[in-house]
């Protein structure tokens, strides 16, 4: 549930707190008054996209803050390691350049995660919805989501994606012979070019080691013999020294046996001063070389530079590039036979793919009948007394007779009067109609789903009279079940509130204000009032708004009387 809103420097709002309260809220005002505002300020703090034109005038930022209970969230929260002390606080704040940030509960978030964490706590109606209803191909995005059959829609999902899988190998394997001939050319002298220069994995790094230490081999060549004389080839050397030390080691320890210690440690000095000695002569003997192998070494740098910048891939990305060309040139010259045995594959894969649409179909249809049974109930209820709501089936024309969705395509139909054959929405339906049955569905609907708050944004277009007293007693009775929030300009909605919000705008020194305010009995009277006789308010029409209050508040204690 959405508690309380705090919004600074959005729009014509300079500054508003607004508490909410369960049940039914609505926001009546004067038309441009804000109340739409008060709405987008929520739909901003729930991460919907804003620009700049957002932020009040002369203004650097606009913040909107939200308070909601965390229940509904907790999962989400958990999972992106968010903590919450019993309240869920949403901030976004808007600069006048157009950036934004969001964060909940003092955490930064990305508007993809807000608009992610906003799915599990409002659903917001907007005065364009009703108009979707106009798009057919939407209609079974609605069945679907009251179907309920998560199980058929995955099923078929999976086998249409395998379906997809194999259509598309078959296609790439699928060329005329020109082409299949001029690929295999090409790959034929690829895989020729690669053969012969007989790579070698790490060939490269080594060739470059090699040529680095020929290249300065004299300087290399002078300090291993000059190592080599201290230690092993003049007269008077490191290890005949360290050899006669050891003599006179081993004779002191023989006399003194803690020195035994000492005789080892020379011993294992003569050991490594010989082994290192040898090491630089193995060493100097492999610094021999040609200029016939300086020449051969620098050729096939060059070469297996040429193939780099070829193939753009570096020599050690090479003999994997040879093992694919040979696998594509085996994939060409098998293709017939490999196209043979796909095709076998998608025509057993078409088979599932109807079975699974089938499954699903069938589910579709039950689901249909009890929606078109809902909806009507909630149509009467809503002063559409003759209503008939129906869901047509069309079959997917062609082959294979399916697509990403299913085997049939969905459409609803309807008739608001008596006698008059249901035809498509579309072209049946007023504004008023279009706003009703998008009213029933999110009721139908709202049993199934568990986001807390609903959002309606002037619900009641092209309503008024009788339809609009029921569209107002059915947002209260989805109130009774949820939080409401409604912006309305008919008195018949608005009686039917819990809390009744008076947005309202002033001017003062050449500035534009809105301010929100919460009504007390007399103060809805007086609202109620201007919107059934406008800026003349009498006596007939306060004592009208005193009855319609009192009709409220009967056909209330009724509703939870008969609960």
Not at 195 to 208: P, Q
Not at 285 to 310: V, W
Request: charged share 30%.
């Amino acid at each position: 549930m959405l508690n309380d809103l705090h919004i600074e420097n959005i729009a014509v709002i300079e500054r508003a707190d607004i508490s909410f309260s369960p049940g039914m809220n609505v926001l009546t005002g004067e038309t441009g008054a804000g109340k739409s505002i008060v709405i987008d300020a929520i739909g901003a703090v729930l991460g919907e996209r804003v620009s700049r034109e957002l932020v009040r005038g002369g203004a650097e930022k606009g913040l909107v803050t939200a308070s909601f209970d965390p229940a509904a969230a907790e999962d989400w929260l958990r999972d992106n390691e968010i903590d919450c002390d019993g309240e869920l606080i949403l901030q976004r704040r808007i600069s006048a350049d157009g950036k934004s940030s969001a964060r909940v509960c003092g955490v930064p978030v990305a508007a993809a995660q807000m608009k992610e964490l906003a799915a599990l706590l409002v659903d917001i109606h907007g005065q364009n919805d009703g108009r979707r209803l106009l798009d057919e191909s939407r209609h079974l995005d609605y069945l679907d989501r009251f179907g309920r059959y998560p199980d058929k829609l995955s099923a078929y999902a999976e086998q249409y994606g395998r379906y997809c899988g194999l259509k598309a190998e078959i296609a790439r394997l699928s060329m005329d012979e020109i082409e299949k001939e001029r690929l295999s050319d090409s790959l034929r002298y690829q895989i020729d070019e690669l053969e012969k220069a007989e790579l070698k994995a790490g060939e490269k790094e080594e060739l470059n080691a090699r040529r680095e230490l020929l290249r300065n081999a004299e300087k290399l060549t002078e300090a291993i013999d000059a190592a080599y004389a201290v230690l092993y080839g003049d007269e008077e050397n490191a290890v005949s020294m360290a050899q006669n030390a050891a003599f006179y080691a081993r004779r002191a320890a023989a006399i003194a046996e803690e020195l035994g210690e000492a005789e080892s440690s020379v011993n294992e000095a003569v050991f490594s001063l010989t082994n290192a000695a040898e090491l630089l002569s193995d060493f100097r003997g492999r610094l021999d070389f040609s200029p016939s192998e300086y020449d051969r070494m620098e050729s096939r740098l060059a070469l297996l530079s040429r193939l780099e910048r070829k193939y753009k891939r570096d020599a050690e990305e090479l003999p994997a590039y040879l093992q694919s060309c040979r696998a594509k040139l085996d994939e060409i010259e098998y293709a017939d036979e490999r196209l043979a045995k796909l095709e076998k594959e998608r025509q057993a894969q078409i088979e599932r793919c109807r079975d699974a649409a089938r499954a699903l179909s069938e589910a579709r249809h039950t689901a249909a009948e009890e929606l078109e049974k809902r909806i009507v109930r909630e149509l009467r209820e809503l002063n559409m007394p003759s209503v008939r709501f129906l869901v047509q089936f069309d079959p997917i024309p062609g082959e294979p007779g399916f697509t990403a969705e299913g085997m049939e395509q969905v459409c609803f139909l309807m008739s608001a009067n008596a006698g008059a054959e249901p035809g498509r929405i579309s072209r049946i339906a007023s504004g008023g109609e279009l706003s009703r049955i998008m009213l029933a569905m999110k009721n139908v609907f709202a049993e199934h789903d568990p986001v807390p708050t609903m959002i309606f944004d002037e619900i009641d277009t092209g309503v008024s009279g009788v339809a609009a007293q029921r569209v107002g007693e059915k947002l209260y009775n989805v109130s009774r079940g949820k939080q409401v929030l409604c912006v309305t300009h008919l008195p018949q909605i608005a009686a039917m509130a819990d809390a009744h919000l008076l947005v309202s705008k002033s001017e003062r020194a050449g500035q534009t204000y809105t301010e929100v305010e919460t009504l007390d009995h007399e103060g809805r009277k007086r609202e109620l009032a201007r919107l059934h006789g406008g800026e003349n308010v009498t006596l007939l029409t306060l004592a009208s708004a005193e009855e319609q209050l009192e009709a409220a508040q009967h056909y209330k204690t009724a509703a939870e009387v008969k609960a």
